[in-house]
């Protein structure tokens, strides 16, 4: 309903194909893509601040791809800019938004 992400859910699916298929799987990298895709899709439609969860999934799903990218694909490669890009985004809005929220998780 509403079309927005279930982060919680996608979370859950996202735990049980790690389990299956490894943390550094193809398959796994590209839920990461999707899922960072809806959520910032869904924070620009909603025309809301984004909020400290949200940012914090955007990071943990952004840090994951990169690991993933620089492992798979090599760290030159364009993609891995991409997901460092969103990164550092994901970072700058929590340090301007929550910055206990960001300490609290990564300390």
Not at 15 to 24: A, I, Q
Request: hydrophobic share 45%.
């Amino acid at each position: 309903p509403g079309g927005g992400v279930d982060e919680a859910a996608c979370a859950a699916v996202l735990r049980e194909l790690v389990r299956e298929l490894g943390e550094r799987h193809l398959a796994v990298a590209r839920v990461r893509r999707e899922l960072l895709a809806a959520i910032r899709l869904q924070l620009e439609e909603s025309g809301a601040p984004p909020s400290a969860p949200s940012l914090l999934a955007l990071l943990e799903s952004a840090l994951e791809l990169w690991r993933t990218q620089r492992a798979l694909l090599g760290p030159l490669h364009p993609n891995c800019a991409e997901s460092l890009h969103e990164v550092g985004a994901s970072i700058g809005g929590l340090l301007a938004r929550a910055p206990r929220a960001l300490f609290a998780r990564y300390p």
